[in-house]
Structure formats: C-alpha cells, structure tokens
C-alpha cells in the first residue's frame, strides 16, 4: 500500500527564509503526490501535484515540489516565507483512486 | 462551479448520543470520500462511494459508524453512540471519478467535539 512520511511536526521559519518540508514516499508503482495546505478552521486547499509529467511542479502561492525517485522524495519548499503562510500542510499520495496522507506539518512564520 | 457543502460546521455533543453530518459533492462528481482527521494528525479515510455503491469501507468502525449516498449525490455519515475519541474533524471529498489526474476537493469539514 502507497503512504508517505512526514518529519517534523512543527516547523518555525523566519518571515523571507526559505520554507523546505519534507515528504518521502512508499509506493509499488509510479506514484501520483499531493501537498495540501490547510488553513485554520478550513478544509484542504491543494497546493500542486505531481502526476509524472514534469519532475519539478510549481503550485500556487510561490510553493513548488520536486519528485526524485532515486530518493523517494517529494519535498516542498517556498524560497521566501511570508506570515500568510502560516498553516498546516500535507502530503499525500494517491493509490486505489484514493489519497494517503502523511502527519502534517504545522508552519509557525515569525516576524 | 460550486464546492463540496458539508454542514454542520460545529457540533458538540455528549457521549453515547448520536450525531450526523451531511455532504453534497460537486455536481457531477461520481466518487465520495469521508475522512477523519484527529487533532494533530492526518486525515484518515473513512470510508469511499462510487455513485451510491461502496468501494471501500475497511477503516469504518462499523459498530458505530454507518454512511450512506442512496442517490448517488449527498451523503450522510452517522456516529451512534459517539465516545470521546471521535472528537474530530469530518472531512468530505468528491473526485469526478477517484482518478487522480482528475484531482480531489475537499469540503471546509465538521468539527465534532464529544464531551
């Protein structure tokens, strides 16, 4: 069965540093990734995916992922973090037409 | 196009009542996913419709959860007795056929608390 590991539950960032979470995968067979971010009292918003085209997938809000399947990784990073970033995201990884998802991160940005 | 409606937003019952919570998907989307996410964890599947059929209900604690889509539309998720661990949020999910080329959406989820 396809799951992923997410590291880490809480991550602080300072406002303009990079954002780097980390997703690494398990799965038998090419795999669709998801990251989602969920903001507080809302449901899952889908930040980009991966479904085998281009390696490098950009998203919405300046986030962007790149799969490596030498290392099993889909990790997620934002070059410059901004205080409206502060949420929680998933990782997920779609197999039997449904989706698994890892722990989550909690983002906390400081000023 | 509308998004995935689920209703109530909170809801704050005692132990050994029983609860429901409702989910209209958008139009024309086959698949229907329930999710339960605990605080602090992932969301974790429920339990998965292809139109009023059942794909997948193995993680469903069946003595006391049930869900139903007997249209093949909206769904019903229903806890009874609830206990204190199903404190939770209720995530709904549609998928225009569960590929996932086609994407997930997911609905702004019912917050249960059991006291």
């Known amino acids: 069965a396809q799951s992923v590991t997410q590291l880490g539950s809480h991550v602080s960032v300072s406002e303009g540093a990079l954002v780097l979470l980390r997703c690494n995968y398990s799965?038998?067979?090419?795999?669709?990734l998801f990251w989602y971010v969920q903001y507080p009292n809302q449901g899952l918003q889908l930040l980009l995916k991966?479904?085998?085209?281009?390696?490098l997938v950009k998203g919405i809000n300046g986030f962007e992922a790149e799969f490596k399947k030498s290392e099993t990784s889909f990790h997620l990073t934002k070059p410059s973090a901004h205080m409206s970033d502060a949420a929680e995201y998933f990782c997920a990884v779609s197999g039997n037409n449904r989706l698994a998802f890892g722990k989550g991160n909690q983002v906390v940005v400081i000023p | 196009e509308a998004g995935v409606a689920q209703s109530p937003r909170y809801k704050i019952i005692e132990k050994r009542q029983s609860v429901a919570f409702w989910c209209n998907p958008i139009s024309g989307h086959a698949t229907l996913y329930w999710y339960q996410q605990i605080l602090g964890q992932g969301p974790k599947l429920l339990i998965q419709?292809?139109?009023?059929?059942?794909?997948?209900d193995s993680q469903l604690p069946k003595d006391r959860f049930s869900a139903e889509r007997l249209k093949g539309v909206d769904s019903t998720l229903k806890i009874q007795p609830a206990k204190l661990e199903d404190s939770a949020v209720y995530l709904c999910?549609?998928?225009?056929?569960?590929?996932?080329?086609?994407?997930?959406?997911f609905g702004s989820g019912t917050r249960l608390t059991v006291v």
């Open positions: 799965s038998s067979v090419p795999p669709y």
């Open positions: 991966y479904t085998s085209a281009a390696t």
């Open positions: 999910a549609s998928s225009l056929d569960g590929n996932p080329e086609s994407g997930y959406t």
């Open positions: 419709f292809q139109n009023n059929g059942v794909v997948d």
